[in-house]
């Protein structure tokens, strides 16, 4: 069973991170296929604790190749930082490949980002302010400077002129702020050329040549399907693709190439930034949750917000990237709840009732939670291994999740580290890599 997606079933920060590190352990490679430095994937592993932007969550596997795929936009500057932190706490990270072909944010991109937002006011979105949106409106738009283009100080230079002219009005405020200065700008990103230029690779062709061996490949993904531009809550979204279909745009690969799509959700919900969220809680409960949960941005601290899991936007999710299998993170920040909420239709402000997600924006901001309260339980699960050592209130949860999504949950997280896991039977599939043809 060669390729993996990994993608976000909710608002993002559900726990790839931690889901990729443990199915790259028998993978030959690990493909990031969209998104920027706007994700922050966090992994505890003995005792230390890694976050990362932009490399594969597999870079702490050794000789797993780790690919930066075409539908990335890369921060050089925070790319090369990275690569810094993981070299000075003994990583190797010679098995990083970026792709030519992917896009770069430039200095530019980051000032109309902060520009635009605050020009928004109490309409902002929310973004992270890292150039994200920018960097994929040039993309659209033809004027995009690529990874290969920072081996190429012509080039370079005509490019960053080309993507200038346009902007001039818009980047007027910050005429004097010496980061615009063409010179200052192209020796700048010709020195992280020089410092990249042995991992930028044709990472089309090497992930192919993965795929035709039968070796085992993840397909990593940023952010989460309701933050898709095309399905999410737009335009509180990001400016990638973050559901399972990207991973063939993002990636060079054709949908054939896919065997697992495996969405990742926390056994609640969180939100980062503006847009609807219809079960958010307020109050002592949210605080306890969030505390309980670390719910708090890696790539910018920022405080989520919380809520009950919400299985109408979940299963919308599950529909829209063919989701085969479910793992659910953090079911641990919910032992010690006397009652544990679920929602299962919306209601609108009018008294309507919507079994499926609203397609209508204001329909959407507009609905509340209906929920179903099912037991809690009292017992700590850190220590359970086994579907069968769980309390049977939390295997009553994960039943009743299952079957209102239709999907099977493959595997659950009972807490930080990457051995707090339980594999189901249903998991079979992803855990049986370690076992297939084709394992490491």
Known sequence: MPGIVLVGAQWGDEGKGKVTDLLAEHAHAVVRFQGGNNAGHTIVRDGRTWKLHLIPSGILQRDTLCLIGNGVVVDPK???????????????????????????IMPYHLL?????????????????RRGIGPCYADKA????????????????????????EPKRLSLRPFAKDPRLDLQTMTEEYL??????????????????????????????????????IDHGTYPFVTSSNPVAGAACVGAGVGPKQIDEIVGVIKAYGTRVGAGPFPTELDGPLADEIRERGGEYGTTTGRPRRVGW????????????????GLAVMKLDVLSGLERIRVC??????????????????TVLHHVSGEYVELPGWAE?????????????????????????????????????RRDQVVWTPAGARMGGVATSAGAR
């Open 309 to 324: 899991l919400d299985l109408v936007a979940l299963r919308y999710a599950a529909r829209i990237n063919s989701l085969t």
């Open 141 to 164: 738009a033809r004027l995009g400077i690529r990874v290969q283009d920072l081996l190429d100080e012509k080039i370079l230079k005509k490019k960053i002129i080309a993507a200038l």
């Open 112 to 128: 109309l980002d902060h520009a635009g937002e605050a020009k928004l006011g109490k309409l902002q979105i929310g973004t992270t």
């Open 78 to 104: 925070v790319l090369t930082d990275e690569l810094d932190e993981l070299r000075s706490r003994g990583v190797d990270t010679e098995c990083l490949r970026i792709s030519a072909n992917a896009h770069l």
């Open 380 to 416: 700590d699960i850190t220590e359970c291994r086994e579907e069968s050592e769980l309390p049977p209130a939390a295997r009553d949860y994960l039943q009743f999740v299952a079957d209102f999504v239709n999907v099977p949950i493959a595997l659950i997280g009972v807490g930080p």
């Open 344 to 361: 299962t239709r919306y209601r609108g402000a009018e008294g309507a009732e919507f079994e499926d997600f609203p397609y209508h924006q």
């Open 191 to 228: 020195t992280y050329g020089h410092r990249l230029e042995r991992y930028i690779a044709d990472t089309i062709r090497l992930v192919h040549e993965q795929l035709e061996q039968g070796n085992n490949v993840v397909f990593e993904g940023a952010q989460g399907a309701l933050l898709d």
